[in-house]
């Protein structure tokens, strides 16, 4: 069988892909390993008959980053409905209330709307307001699409233009942890993305989670004519004189001049003996529990009226695997129901994200394993009474997973999130016609991944096939 | 095919590339770009589309020739011939 591109992977960046190449009439095939699409933004459901019956949880989502309002233009997200042709008003976005970075002794709020942590810098860090406005300016200034750029420390940049220590700390916390591969730091192009796509731009939440995004996206490739296979796992990618010629698909040979791979650099080494005598992507060491928790009331806007806590209760921030299993000094605390508040009836539900410590849960028993994760949540449930102070629901329904969750589901080496900590920004590699997309072309959140599929399908799909 | 009737099927793409845009007053000499929100994506689609619908065939390196309503005209009206 012969295709024009083959997409490897449904998640948001193979999605993405697969939408552009067949409205161009591409004959394209996208195939996912798993028996539904979303990749890392996937969703699940739980039955619990005693307390409620069948719930739906997304898996990643905590907030859609690069909020714009209607209308707004040039920037990813109007550029992303432009491409994809889909409309605002699909997503149905409920914009955040604010979040906040809360350290010992000091908050900062935003939201957005950026004049919020511009005034919360003036009014907690007054001496540094000058040099924060210096570094707004140089954010705004860089251009951090370019993909020529080498890695640049981003504490290195701050240091030289920052001297308050904890504001720093306090700044780089959100964006490490919504999107950093590396450990402690982040290359400044990154950073850059992350401080615009956050602190600019803002939060939202569709109405419906992730399945709404993911339903758009499944209806316009339908709609394209766009082919998808679940369940059909890519055993290995054909190469031929360094160039790739198809894949192996549950064992039938389909052929294509394009592939492009979602499923991480060094997991497409993997299944590409020719790529792997070439290159070696290092697998990132960042992975993360999350806790789910259900309750049978919402928490009062006058017990907790905020949607994301980055909570961290030390001055300095660790953005590491955890030493003991999972470290609870820090953690990224949403809660879903403060989108918009609307009504205060119904099921209240909070999400609590730890970092982990992959071999450590890797190496446990398996009924050290479920003991482990009771930890985790009895850890995290108390978090969560601490930051919603009076709240008093009873707990229906608790759900944990861990690095070995989405090793599971999501075949990603060692459980990352955020990939290889070696990304290939333009998404080449020593294969000529087989590309990186999604989280290890380095764009990162469901905005940049699927601007990264919408990228590389136009300049390697679309472009290159004229020529 | 007139130059009238070229200039519409380029107006057209565009409203349905940036359905936000207002093309009704356009001025045929000054550059889309500082016009209407376009960038180099939508001048891809703007190529894409004029192939998909019209058959019409635009080079990566005449992408230039599309800057403004006026020299899309010159350009594509051979095309249409």
Redo the contacts between chains.
């Keep these: 069988m012969n295709y024009d591109a083959i997409v490897i992977g449904a998640g948001m960046s193979g999605l993405a892909a697969g939408i552009r190449l067949a ?3 591409k004959k394209v095939v996208i195939l996912e390993k798993h028996s539904i699409p979303g990749g890392l933004n996937s969703y699940y459901q739980r039955r619990n008959f005693q307390k409620g019956g069948i719930r739906q949880f997304d898996v990643g989502l905590h907030a859609l980053t690069n909020f714009i309002k209607k ?1 707004e ?2 920037k990813p997200f ?2 992303l409905l ?2 994809l ?1 889909l ?1 605002y008003d699909d997503f149905k976005l409920c914009p955040q209330t604010y979040s906040k970075i809360l350290f010992p002794g000091v908050e900062l709020k935003f939201s957005n709307d950026f004049e919020l942590l511009l005034s919360e810098v003036s009014e907690k860090f007054p001496k540094e307001m000058d040099q924060f406005l210096s570094l707004v300016e140089k954010v705004k200034g860089f251009n951090e699409l370019d993909l020529s750029l080498g890695y640049q420390s981003s504490r290195e940049v701050l240091k030289s233009m920052i001297s308050d220590e904890l504001l720093i700390e306090m700044l780089l916390c959100p964006l490490l942890i919504y999107g950093s591969a590396w450990e402690d730091d982040m290359d400044f192009a990154q950073f850059v993305i992350m401080f615009k796509s956050l602190y600019f731009e803002g939060f939202s939440r569709p109405q419906g989670g992730v399945r709404t995004i993911i339903s758009l996206m499944m209806k316009k490739i339908e709609e394209l004519g766009g082919e998808i296979r679940f369940k059909s796992p890519v055993n290995s990618i054909l190469t031929r004189n360094g160039r790739s010629i198809g894949v192996n698909v549950g064992g039938e040979e389909i052929f294509a001049p394009v592939i492009l791979s979602s499923i991480g650099y060094p997991e497409t080494c993997r299944i590409t003996p020719e790529l792997a005598e070439k290159v070696s992507p290092r697998v990132g060491a960042m992975t993360f529990l999350e806790s789910i928790f259900v309750f049978d009331k919402k928490i009062m806007p006058s017990q907790n009226d905020s949607t994301i806590i980055f909570y961290n209760n030390q001055k300095k921030y660790n953005y590491r695997p955890a030493a003991h299993y999972f470290d609870d000094s820090s953690a990224v605390v949403c809660f879903p129901d403060n989108y918009e508040i609307q009504n205060q009836e119904g099921e209240g539900t909070v999400r609590v994200t730890y970092m982990a410590n992959y071999d450590q849960w890797r190496n446990l028993e398996r009924v050290d394993y479920d003991q482990k994760k009771e930890e985790v949540g009895s850890s995290a449930l108390s978090l969560v009474k601490k930051l919603s102070p009076g709240f008093d629901g009873e707990l229906l329904f608790q759900d944990i997973f861990s690095p070995l969750t989405i090793e599971r589901y999501t075949w990603h080496l060692n459980g990352t999130v955020y990939g290889s900590i070696d990304k290939t920004r333009d998404g080449s590699t020593p294969v000529s016609g087989l590309f990186i997309i999604g989280t290890d072309q380095g764009f990162l959140g469901i905005v940049g991944a699927i601007l990264s599929g ?2 590389l399908a ?1 300049l390697h799909g ?2 290159g096939a ?2 | 095919m007139t130059a009238a009737n070229v200039r519409q099927i380029v107006i057209d793409i565009i409203s349905d ?4 845009e207002d093309v009704t007053n356009l001025d045929d000499k000054i550059s889309l770009r500082e016009q209407l ?1 376009l ?1 180099s ?2 001048f ?2 703007i190529v ?1 589309e004029l ?2 619908r019209h058959r019409v ?1 635009v ?2 390196e005449d992408y230039p020739k599309l800057a403004t309503l006026e020299s899309c005209v010159t350009y594509l009206s051979p095309k249409f011939a």
């Design positions: 409205m161009f009439d209308g233009k040039a109007s550029k432009k491409q042709r409309s919408i990228s136009n679309l472009m004229e020529g | 590339i940036a359905p936000d929100d960038d994506m939508d891809l689609d894409m192939r998909k065939e080079p990566q």
